[in-house]
């Protein structure tokens, strides 16, 4: 039998993927070398040098792919790039079937993807505390005009949430710096099923008027 042929495109997405894991690898590296300088290498976190040391890939040309056979991992994702952008891809493909699945179950559902910023500052804790207690205020508006509709007159306030079609989502903290300034960029990014189109204006206001200096958000319809 002639062995399979792995198209170019193939190769071009796998040399990519392996790119990717490098820059992550270095990120490791430097921080297993940084806690050693601090004398907080303990023997456990000393496994970051060794994270995906090797791999393992084979090719599966029925679904014409190349996969992730084996590896060795320190399993630090909270710590480790490595594992946290691997976590991060299983979490992704485990949400992808759920949504499929809800937009098979309801095709007139729209699915969104919705950032949340806030204004860049030096204090990192204080700015993801802000994002994250108005975030949760914006939440919070959306089960309570679900309620609402149950009949909780208390909460009527919140029908005019632009939240408030939403039925369904799921969302992640993401912090980046900037590379001149030096300030600290934490948002937050959503992919929320709603039955109708959410207004990314009405959004925008609503989301100034908890955060008080950042009207700038991202929210628009994505396919599954």
């Known amino acids: 039998m002639d062995s399979p042929t792995i198209t170019p495109e193939i190769w071009e997405r796998h040399n990519q993927r392996l790119y990717r894991l490098a820059c992550h690898k270095r990120r490791t590296l430097g921080l297993a070398q940084w806690l ?4 907080l290498l303990t023997p456990r976190l000393a496994r970051l040098r060794q994270c995906q040391s090797w791999m393992v890939f084979r090719y599966y040309p029925v679904s014409d792919c190349i996969r992730m056979l ?17 976590r991060a891809a299983r979490t992704s493909y485990a949400y992808q079937k759920r949504v499929c699945a809800l937009l ?14 806030i204004q860049n500052q030096a204090d990192l804790s204080e700015r993801f505390q802000h994002l994250q207690s108005h ?19 208390q909460f009527a306030y919140a029908h005019a949430s632009s939240f408030a079609p939403v039925i369904a989502g799921a969302y992640s903290f993401e912090v980046k710096r900037g590379l ?15 039955k109708q ?6 959004l925008a206001a609503e989301w100034q008027s908890l955060t008080q200096d950042s009207y700038i958000v991202y929210c628009q319809p994505r396919a599954p």
């Open 70 to 86: 084996r590896t060795v991992s320190c399993d630090l994702p909270l710590l480790c790039p490595l594992c946290a952008i691997r």
């Open 104 to 117: 098979a179950n309801d095709p007139s559902l729209t699915l969104s993807y919705a950032v949340l910023t």
């Open 36 to 39: 050693a300088e601090q004398g």
């Open 180 to 194: 001149n300034s030096g300030l600290w960029h934490p948002h937050l990014n959503l992919l929320l099923l709603s």
């Open 197 to 202: 189109r959410i207004d990314s204006q009405r």
């Open 135 to 153: 975030a949760r205020l914006l939440i919070a508006r959306r089960r309570a005009a679900h309620s609402s509709l149950r009949g909780h007159a």
